[in-house]
């Protein structure tokens, strides 16, 4: 047995050790919700993600972060973090360390802190760029088409949950690019919910039943499909995608990262994590409709998230309280 098997059969600790990293990230850029200072927030995130990140017991290689290394001087594609020791498993690590940046700065609700990890390959490589993408839970899963019309992926959709279209809920991103999008889901009748910023835990909303949240569709960022692939992919639903380049310096990094640079390309579920050993997590920074935020009382905090790991099944909520010892006194709930 190799390490990476080691460690992945120990799902219980790996997911101790993940979920301490995304607690951490949101436990520091909660501090600045409502401060306007999102680069701020952001930078907190990243720092104490990437502090967490050093005590794990890996050789990891960030392949989803904050950039490329010219761009960001931590959490870049191609870091290496954990303890980075001989002997120890190699893996590959996708992070968001503040998914809504702006949704913090403003105290708007849906901010997280999320990291998915893989042995060393699991992960697709996603360049710097846009996918439009179709989301859809375990029922639905097999069933949509990305390539089909809007109506028809409605119509499949509200069959596969057995109720009507006009039942259904679908989250698209608030973005001018969607002006099409939108007019085709409210003319087949379904229901919109316009998110301003981050579209990933709607995502896994759509993969749970009992949310709300029957579909996500829309353009949005190729580095969050991967986080996304990972999550849904832990509950059973479904990603579809297709890359939508933005310029030519987008192709030609790509091109350099050996990705084709196909608009037709669907890239699924699979081609994005395409690991059976996959673990997920996301802790809230501001409430949303899966998780709620981080709440800070006098001596602590409390926060509330969300691990997975596909081998195994697990799919846990955690609400943690976070005590300081210099300051004491009693937990308030």
């Not at 995304?22 to 995130?45: H, I, N, P, W, Y």
């Not at 190699?90 to 990890?117: F, M, S, W, Y």
């Not at 069933?143 to 992926?153: E, G, H, L, Q, W």
């Not at 699924?268 to 997590?281: C, G, I, M, Q, W």
Request: net charge negative.
């Amino acid at each position: 047995m190799n390490p990476t098997e080691n460690l992945f059969s120990s799902e219980r600790t790996l997911s101790r050790e993940v979920l301490g990293v995304v607690e951490a990230a949101a436990l520091a850029a909660g501090r600045l919700m409502g401060t306007g200072k999102r680069d701020a927030a952001d930078q907190a995130a990243v720092t104490a993600m990437r502090q967490t990140l050093s005590e794990i017991p890996v050789n990891g290689t960030i392949v989803i972060g904050e950039g490329e290394r010219d761009e960001a001087p931590m959490l870049y594609i191609g870091e290496k973090v954990g303890k980075t020791q001989p002997g120890l498993p190699e893996v590959d690590i996708a992070v968001d360390p503040l998914e809504g940046t702006n949704l913090v700065a403003h105290g708007l609700p849906g901010a997280v802190a999320t990291l998915a990890l893989a042995p060393k390959g699991g992960l697709f490589h996603a360049p710097d760029t846009y996918m439009e993408k179709l989301v859809v839970g375990p029922d639905a899963k097999g069933k949509v088409d990305i390539t089909a019309p809007v109506k028809y992926n409605l119509s499949i959709l509200a069959m596969s949950l057995q109720r009507e279209v006009q039942d259904l809920t679908i989250v698209i991103l608030d973005r001018p690019r969607h002006t099409q999008l939108i007019q085709e889901v409210r003319e087949a009748g379904a229901r919109i919910k316009l998110i301003s910023d981050g579209d990933l835990m709607p995502a896994v909303s759509a993969a749970l039943i009992g949310s709300g949240i029957h579909a996500v569709m829309g353009t949005g960022g190729a580095p969050e499909a991967v986080l996304t692939a990972a999550a849904v992919k832990c509950l059973g639903g479904e990603i579809q995608a297709r890359l939508r380049w933005r310029n030519e310096e987008e192709k030609n990094r790509a091109t350099r990262m050996n990705i084709d640079l196909s608009e037709d390309r669907i890239y699924r579920t699979d081609d994005l994590a395409p690991a059976n050993e996959l673990v997920f997590a996301a802790c809230g920074i501001t409430t949303g409709d899966t998780l709620k935020g981080v709440n800070y009382f006098g001596n602590g905090a409390r926060t509330h998230s969300l691990i997975m790991a596909y081998q195994s099944g697990l799919v846990r909520f955690v609400d943690t309280i976070h005590l300081s010892r210099e300051k004491g006194g009693r937990v308030k709930l």
